[in-house]
């Protein structure tokens, strides 16, 4: 019983010792779960990697954009804005544990980004896709 | 002791110019040339002002000098009339010409001439490094117009004294032959040789040791901070004034791009620019309105109109009123200041697109722009 008080009280501290780690997974988790009650149904990390390296051509332009156009094949490498040439910080969380941290953040950039790249905003079950890739990063 | 020449008629050799005079005629020089090649160019504005200080206490020492110094130095001695020079100068082709032992009248008049012009073109500059730069000791008296106004006396005075200058090497060059002896060398050496016994001067050799140390030591006070600097901490000769910076602005814009200070354009540009954040440059910004007004009241507040630094002001001054341009890069300003910059310059690793100013300009992320504050790659 004792040892059975022990490991509860080691899990509910668990937060504690690597905050970052555990926020990060609450803002995308928070994120799902609202994606889901939108209709969204199950989410892969092979569907959004499907997205994430889908070329779209953009109707004005008619250049070739997807993901990676900033972001490179490589989550875990820095990216590069296609216009102003600045350094983007890498995606993936295992080696920026900034990323996906913010609900806020994370709704702002994928709506600017699905705009720039698809031409509209994404549907819940794109955003869930790629959210769910990225963290698999 | 007199020698010989080939004719074998008995030369003396006669020291005319002490050491300081010599050291003072070269470091001059020197500084003329110094000055000359690093003008025009932003990134060595530093040693142009340097090279300006040198050359206005130089010119001080001289007058001083004059007053001070040894014979052939001496304004009293070289103080001839019109009517001197143009003696001179209508017997020189003929075999009447006069001989001097130091400065002949028209070397006088250069010398007068170069000394009152050089105190123009020193003063000039100081007041033009106080009113366009608002750096140097006059900083904050004069404004940008009348530092553009001084920066115009400084140029124009510098065209006549290059003139004049060629006159003197002229001069200097014509002499030489007709009187058959080296005034070139005479300047290095000090030594005339004449037919007759003459008085040297003394050397002065202490006052011309303490003229060079006090330039070493200037040049390397003034340069010290290219000591200490590293690829990560640059130095930076002129450090403007520290510009107003907003929070929300530093963040928005640097999510994308360097965040130019609202002082790189005006108001009807960043007017423009926030009324139409669904389309900047083919981004939806998608800015909540209450953010856009905290964006917009600090653009125009902070605006080119403000002129707080140089830049803004000739940004604004040079935009025509009927342009908002949307982009730094397509006010004239920033055209005249780049147009000399190769292609290739855009197409460096390091640098980009035109957009990214800081990979140059050092304080770029400041909005302030000195001059000098470049990286030369």
Known sequence: MQKKHLVIAGIALLPLVNPPLVYATTAVEQLLVEYRSQGATEFTVEAGKEL??????????????QCTTCHTDDLRQPGKHAKTGKRIDPLAP???????????????????????????????????????????? | MPSSNHLSAPVYRVRVWDL???????????????????QGDSRYVDIHVFVGYLFFGLLVFRLVWGIVGTQHACFRNLAFGGH??????????????QHFLGHNPAGSWAIFGILGLGLVIAVSGILTLGGENQQGP??????????????????????????????HISGVIIASVLHRENLIRAMVTGVKQCPTEQISVASQAPVALVLLVVVIISAGGYFRGYLTATPDQPYLPFVGTTLPSNALWQEECDDCHLAYHPSLLPKRSWEKL?????????????????????????????????????????????????????????????????????????????????????????????????ASAMMVK
């Open chain 2, 138 to 167: 006059v900083a904050g008296i004069f404004n940008f117009a009348q530092g553009e106004t001084f920066h115009l006396v400084h140029k124009v005075t510098a065209w006549i004294m290059l003139a004049l200058i060629a006159v």
């Open chain 1, 52 to 65: 994430f390296f889908k070329e779209f051509v953009d109707a004005k332009s008619t250049q070739v954009r």
């Open chain 1, 94 to 137: 295992s080696v920026n544990p900034k990323s996906l941290m913010e609900i806020k953040n994370i709704n702002k950039w994928l709506k600017r980004n699905c705009e720039w790249t698809i031409g509209r905003e994404c549907t819940a079950q794109e955003k869930g896709d790629v959210l769910t890739f990225m963290q698999s990063q």
């Open chain 2, 84 to 97: 001197a020079l143009w003696r001179y100068l209508i017997t020189l082709p003929t075999k009447q010409r």
């Open chain 2, 274 to 370: 926030l009324a139409t954040q669904q389309e900047h440059f083919e981004e939806n910004l998608g800015l909540a309105p209450e953010m856009i007004a905290t964006l917009r009241t600090f653009a125009l507040n902070q605006s080119a109109e403000t002129a707080p630094t140089k830049t803004a002001w000739k940004i604004y001054r040079t935009t025509p009123a009927s342009e908002s341009p949307l982009r730094i890069t397509e006010t004239p300003y920033w055209q005249q200041r780049h147009q000399r910059l190769p292609e290739e310059v855009w197409k460096h690793s390091e640098v980009k697109s035109k957009a990214n100013c800081d990979a140059c300009h050092f304080d770029a992320p400041q909005g302030t722009f000195e």
């Open chain 2, 20 to 38: 300081p005079t010599r050291w003072f005629h070269w470091l001059l020089a020197s500084a003329v040339l110094a000055a000359w090649l690093s």
